[in-house]
Each structure stands twice: as C-alpha cells, then as structure tokens.
C-alpha cells in the first residue's frame, strides 16, 4: 500500500451514477467477544459473503510479532491484506495503536482503486489511540473510517478534529462516506454531525433509528455508523445472524446506495 498525493480533485458534475454497498465492522483485532476464540477466517468468510463494495474496518491488525508466534491460523502477511484476499484488490490502511510488538488501525477495502488516502491523527491521550483514514476513490468519492475513544469529552473533540478537516479539505459538493465505531451510544456528537456536515446515517434514513450493533451477542447500544452526504439509501441492515454475531463484539452494518450525479449539484443529498 503506497500512499500518494493526499491533494483532493473536485467532484465532476458528469460522473456517472454509482450503485453501491458499504460495510462497517470493528472487528475486534480478529477475535470474538471476550477473546474466546480467534475469528480472522470467518471475518474473511462474513465479508466477501456480504459482496460489499466497500468495507469499512476497525482494529485492524496491521503487525503482532508475539499473536504471529503463538495463536494458531494467524495470517503470514498481515490482516488487511489476508482479508482483502482477492475480493479487493485496492485498499488503505491507517496506524493508529502502536505498541511493543506492532501496531493496529483502520482499514478500507474498496473495489475501486484509490487516487489518495491520508491517516489523520486524532488520538488524546496515549492509551487511546484514535484515528481517521481519509481515502480518494478513482471515481471521486470520499470515503473516512473513524474509531472514537471511549470518553465523552474525548469523543467531542474528535469530532470537533473530524468536522475542521472535511470542512477544510473536502469539497462541500463532493459525495462522502463517513463509516465506523464512533463509541457515540448517547448519541452526544450524532447531531451536531449531522447537522454541521450536512450528513444523514444510513439506517436512521430507513429505521428512524440508528443501528443497535454491540455488544454483538445482545445490541442494545448504537456505536457503529454509516452516515452519507450525496447518497440515496436503498437498503440498511444490522448484520446480526449467528454466523456474523459470531465473529466480533460489534454487529456489522450494511447498507445498499446509489449516488445520482446530476450537473452541477449531487442529487439525493
């Protein structure tokens, strides 16, 4: 994974229209709630059975030299790369967490190739390291993958970080994905978000709600997101059969999109 220029090209008003999915998951540096069990292989299973465009994940493991020795099924390369397999071949990865035996962050995988992508520090405190990876499809679409720590206050600054930088480096026409684990359960930061970006959340659109999504076993909290600017929302879903409450202590959410490009605007916003 190269990273590029992280200069940012303007929506065209005669881009085509674009059908999409895009998945949000934390999966839990590849175990199942509590660490019982190591689930890497059913995570991989879970997303390409999903045929999700775009993949959105959190606490990815990008190096653990000491889990390389002693945890069985472990990948040889690293976990962005094992779970991008040959799904998607395009893919951004963004180190938040660094500690003695390597390090882990967000990561997006997408069909589509990337022009740039940039990892935007937001971390407060240093045992809790938080970050945005800001990614540039061919295509022009805007697509962020945030992790907020687990304290209010810390979570009010970051999105205060979150909403300065797409304000000052995202066109305000441009169509944008903003997916992830939030930590967001009182739903504090959801409408000034909504309100200062100009998004909607995905599952709200469609449930009047936001998701429900951990703990995964029993959701009854709404942590993960899938807020959109420029997008129609088809479908959204709470991904909480067995197979996939298995796999992480967050539910995954999944959402069907269209983006309707009509000159000069963006229709559906």
Same mark, same amino acid.
């Given at each position: ?19 999409? %999915? ?7 540096? $590849?175990?199942?709630?509590? /660490? ?8 991989? &299973? ?13 606490? =990815?493991?990008?190096?653990? /030299?000491? !889990?390389?020795? %002693?945890?069985?099924? @472990?990948?040889? $390369? ?9 799904? @998607?071949?395009?893919? #951004? *990865? ?32 240093? =045992?809790?390291? +938080? ?6 499809? #061919? ?9 907020? $720590? ?14 300065? *930088?797409? =304000?000052? &480096?995202?066109?305000?026409? #441009? ?6 684990? !939030? &930590?967001? @359960? ?25 998701? &429900? ?13 899938? *807020?959109?600017?420029?997008?129609? =929302? +088809? ?8 197979? @996939? ?25």
């Amino acid at each position: 994974m190269v990273q590029s220029d992280t200069s940012f090209i303007r929506y065209p008003g005669h881009m085509k229209s674009i059908d999409l %999915k895009v998945l949000t998951l934390n999966i839990h540096k $590849g175990f199942s709630a509590g /660490q019982r069990r190591f689930t890497l292989e059913n995570i991989r &299973n879970c997303l390409r059975d999903s045929k999700a465009s775009v993949v959105f994940l959190q606490e =990815v493991v990008g190096e653990h /030299q000491l !889990f390389a020795r %002693k945890i069985p099924g @472990w990948p040889q $390369g690293n976990q962005l790369e094992f779970l991008a397999d040959s799904v @998607w071949s395009h893919h #951004a *990865y963004g180190k938040n967490a660094i500690y003695q035996h390597g390090h882990h962050g967000n990561a997006i995988l997408s069909e589509v190739p990337f022009k740039s992508w940039h990892n935007l520090d937001v971390s407060l405190m240093t =045992v809790s390291q +938080r970050g945005i990876l800001h990614g540039v499809t #061919a295509n022009n679409l805007h697509l962020l993958c945030v992790h907020f $720590g687990l304290f209010e206050k810390e979570r009010r600054l970051q999105a205060r970080k979150l909403i300065e *930088y797409v =304000v000052g &480096n995202i066109p305000a026409d #441009a169509p944008m994905i903003i997916a992830g684990d !939030f &930590n967001d @359960w009182r739903k504090t930061l959801h409408n000034r978000l909504v309100r200062e970006l100009r998004l909607h959340d995905a599952h709200q659109k469609l449930n009047n709600k936001v998701a &429900n999504t951990f703990p995964s076993f029993r959701p009854i909290l709404p942590m993960d997101r899938i *807020y959109l600017r420029g997008f129609q =929302v +088809r479908s959204c879903s709470i991904m909480n059969s067995p197979e @996939w409450r298995r796999i992480s202590d967050h539910c995954a959410v999944m959402a069907s999109l269209s983006l309707r490009a009509q000159h000069p605007s963006i229709a559906g916003s």
